[in-house]
């Protein structure tokens, strides 16, 4: 595997490791949205999310664009809307 440099393959790299850690902890994050703790209950899945994607991608694609908080927002965070919560 080389660097990606190539700024759609670096966009499906986030979401694809989003969405893998919104599949192994679905549980956890329905939780943090109910009780708006998401980011601290998962903070050890994403930051290792994080640091898979940065070691994959050019560094001036990370620099220069929000792929992967993107990916958190809309697979992490909005898919629980129905979720009743303090953040909403």
Same mark, same amino acid.
Do not use: H
């Given at each position: 595997?080389?660097? /990606?440099?190539?700024?759609?393959?670096?966009?499906?790299?986030?979401?694809? /490791? /989003? *969405?893998?850690?919104?599949?192994?902890?679905?549980?956890?994050? %329905? %939780?943090?949205?109910?009780?708006?703790?998401?980011?601290?209950?998962?903070?050890? %899945?994403?930051?290792?999310?994080? *640091?898979?994607?940065? *070691?994959?991608?050019?560094? %001036?694609?990370?620099?220069?664009?929000?792929?992967?908080?993107?990916?958190?927002?809309?697979?992490?965070?909005?898919?629980?809307?129905? /979720?009743?919560?303090?953040?909403?």
């Amino acid at each position: 595997m080389g660097i /990606v440099r190539d700024p759609d393959v670096a966009r499906r790299i986030a979401r694809a /490791v /989003v *969405s893998d850690i919104v599949l192994y902890n679905a549980k956890k994050a %329905e %939780e943090g949205i109910a009780k708006d703790n998401l980011f601290d209950l998962l903070k050890n %899945e994403i930051e290792e999310g994080r *640091s898979y994607y940065v *070691s994959r991608v050019d560094p %001036e694609i990370v620099k220069s664009t929000n792929f992967f908080n993107q990916a958190l927002v809309d697979l992490l965070v909005k898919p629980w809307g129905r /979720v009743p919560s303090k953040a909403w």
